[in-house]
Each structure stands twice: as structure tokens, then as C-alpha cells.
């Protein structure tokens, strides 16, 4: 496609409830990110997939959060029985190492916890 | 990933050059300078980046210092459409291991009409 792309635009959830955010990367994108933003605040790392690589799962904040990727495509946030903390922008972004490693970024995904 | 420090804000009269620079004293030889903005609301957008060459694309140009401890981002014609918040950020390519982008606290620009 054109561009990153990530839904929901916004989820409005109850504390306790698991959510899902998807991202489908720019095609032919071998890299691919998660991000968190809180109001206000900078982004924070979440996870990294490269290809065929283990995913580097070092900016995970719980074991309530975890992502998957199918090979090089379409990438799914979990989280887990949420937390009102976890209220934030959840931003994704593709690369592509071999051309100059720039990370393209979706529009985010609202998410509130109530 | 070498930290970078910019202003915390800046107005610019729209029309006119914006300059926006960044200190990245601390950068290493293998760090490239990216810049980002974050229009309100929006996922951050890339806008250019380099090595030690002065850039130039149909956004912006970047020029670094030849020491590459400092850098402009320089928007030619400031629209009404470029106030957003700039990030300079500092980092390796991720194939040495670096893969997150840091974003600080960036320049708030604001473009006056």
C-alpha cells in the first residue's frame, strides 16, 4: 500500500478486557516497530520484528502486552487485560533496512482504557 | 544513541526560512541524523536524513556541521502546515543493533501567518 496503515483509528475499552491493534506495513518492508505515545509524552519502544528474526521484545512494559507478525506482513499488538495506564497512542512503523533504515509511520491507534 | 539537544520552541513568519538546530555533540561515526515531525494528533513523519553530506529534498534541507556535532533542518518556505513539533534524533542503522528511534522533547515551531 501507500502507507503504514493501523486499526482501529480508536478503541474505547473497559479495564479488564484484552484488545487488538493491527498495522499493515508499506509492502516489501522487512522491519517493522511498535511504539507507545502517552499524552503529552514521547514515544516509547515496544517491540522490533526483522524478517525471520526473533522479535526484540526489550521495550515491552508486561507480560499483559505481546505482538506477533506474520512473516513479513501484517503485525497484531495484544494487550491483556487492560490497565487504565495503558490509555496511549499505539504508533507502528516499516522499514526497509537495505534503503537508508528510515521508519515510516502509521497514523497510531487511539486506545483508551475507562 | 547519542542524545541531541534543540529548543524547546521557535516562530517562524510563514513565507520564511525556519531554522531548526540541533546539538548532537556526543554523535559517533556510524550515526546518521534523522529528522521527524509530529503534526497534533498524528503519527510522527520522516523528513529527511544524513551522514556527514548536507541533504536536500522536496521537504526540507539538512545541513551538518563538518565536525557533525550540529545540524539545521531548514524548511525554505514555512507554511501554516509545517507547525508541528521537529525531533532531531541520532542513531546507527539497525543493522549494528540500534533499532529504536529516541525521540526527546523536539521544537515546537510555530508558523505565523
Known amino acids: 500500500g501507500a502507507g503504514v496503515s493501523q486499526s482501529p483509528s480508536n478503541k474505547v475499552t473497559e479495564k479488564g478486557k484484552d484488545v487488538e491493534l493491527r498495522c499493515d506495513p508499506i509492502s516489501g518492508h522487512t522491519a517493522l516497530y511498535w511504539y507507545r505515545q502517552r499524552l503529552g509524552q514521547g514515544l516509547e519502544f515496544l517491540i522490533y520484528?526483522?524478517?525471520?528474526?526473533?522479535?526484540?521484545k526489550s521495550g515491552l512494559p508486561s507480560d499483559r502486552f505481546s505482538a506477533e507478525r506474520t512473516g513479513e506482513s501484517v503485525s497484531t499488538l495484544t494487550i491483556q487485560r487492560t490497565q487504565q495506564e495503558d490509555s496511549a497512542v499505539y504508533l507502528c512503523?516499516?522499514?526497509?533496512?537495505?534503503?537508508?533504515?528510515?521508519?515510516?509511520f502509521g497514523p497510531g491507534t487511539r486506545l483508551t482504557v475507562l | 544513541d547519542a542524545k541531541t539537544t534543540q529548543p524547546p520552541s521557535m516562530d517562524c513568519a510563514e513565507g520564511r526560512a525556519a531554522n531548526l538546530p540541533c546539538n548532537h555533540s556526543t554523535i559517533s561515526g556510524n550515526e546518521y541524523v534523522y529528522w521527524y515531525r509530529q503534526i497534533h494528533s498524528q503519527g510522527p513523519q520522516y523528513i529527511i536524513h544524513g551522514l556527514k553530506n548536507n541533504e536536500t529534498n522536496e521537504m526540507a534541507s539538512l545541513i551538518i556541521t563538518e565536525d557533525r556535532k550540529s545540524s539545521t533542518l531548514i524548511l525554505p518556505h514555512a507554511t501554516l502546515r509545517d507547525t508541528a513539533v521537529y525531533y532531531c534524533?541520532?542513531?546507527?542503522?539497525?543493522?549494528?543493533?540500534?533499532?529504536?528511534?529516541?525521540f526527546g522533547k523536539g521544537t515546537k515551531l510555530s508558523v505565523i501567518p
Open positions: 512503523a516499516s522499514s526497509l533496512l537495505a534503503s537508508g533504515d528510515t521508519q515510516y
Open positions: 534524533i541520532v542513531k546507527a542503522y539497525s543493522g549494528a543493533g540500534s533499532y529504536q528511534l529516541t
Open positions: 520484528f526483522q524478517g525471520n528474526s526473533a522479535p526484540d
